[in-house]
């Protein structure tokens, strides 16, 4: 009476299940963070606009009474380092402000942000800066620009440095440059072990094989 294979298949395929579990849960831990900066040099310039890409990063206008008239503008020169530059022009008397997204959807963290107060005047003295995550959790914080228009590098806190879905700018008038987001993405730890999955399942296919019985001609 021929065996029927179901026998030897049976725990191969509980290691193969077991041994795959176990190694995408470690290639998940060892993922790792990237980052992506947005200058604002890809384009060779866009004005009045209420909506702007780059890197897949999504910049919007927000209206609060419905009519866009708020605006964001590269500016050519004069960045942080010489370079171009986006500024906000806020409409008097609006609450307008900025969101900041992914194109995918994704989360991610805010690195570092070079900015500055546009006129160098009280009333853009102050940037508020809301962080949401995919839960339905904010995070705030207020940065001082001062009253001069010179860009300055600020980090935003340990609560803007990652799982966040959208990020709004809140001020009058407001200058930006080199935004600095890390993004997650595989590490090479995560590399190293999606192939040591591939290398395990080619050993147990040929176990499988071997212990096989071939039925008589």
Request: with cysteine.
């Amino acid at each position: 009476m021929d065996t029927p294979s179901l026998v030897y298949g049976s725990p191969i395929r509980l290691a193969r299940t077991a041994a795959g579990t176990i190694l995408l849960t470690v290639a998940l831990a060892a993922s790792g963070q990237g980052t992506t900066t947005v200058t604002f040099d890809q384009w060779p310039s866009f004005s009045r606009a209420q909506n702007y890409s780059e890197q897949g990063v999504w910049f919007h206008v927000v209206s609060t009474n419905g009519v866009p008239v708020s605006q964001m503008t590269e500016e050519p020169s004069g960045g942080a380092n010489g370079s171009p530059y986006m500024l906000f022009n806020r409409l008097s008397g609006t609450g307008d402000y900025v969101t900041i997204s992914l194109g995918s959807g994704g989360e991610f963290g805010v690195a570092s942000i070079d900015l500055a107060n546009r006129f160098g005047t009280a009333d853009g003295r102050f940037a508020t800066f809301g962080g949401y995550r995919a839960n339905g959790q904010r995070v705030s914080t207020t940065v001082d620009l001062g009253v001069f228009s010179n860009f300055t590098t600020y980090q935003l806190g340990p609560g803007f440095s990652s799982g966040l879905t959208r990020l709004e700018v809140s001020s009058a008038d407001w200058m930006m440059d080199n935004l600095a987001l890390s993004v997650p993405e595989p590490g090479w730890g995560c590399l190293f072990v999606l192939g040591l999955l591939a290398l395990l399942n080619d050993a147990l296919i040929k176990m499988r094989d071997a212990k096989t019985p071939t039925k008589p001609l």
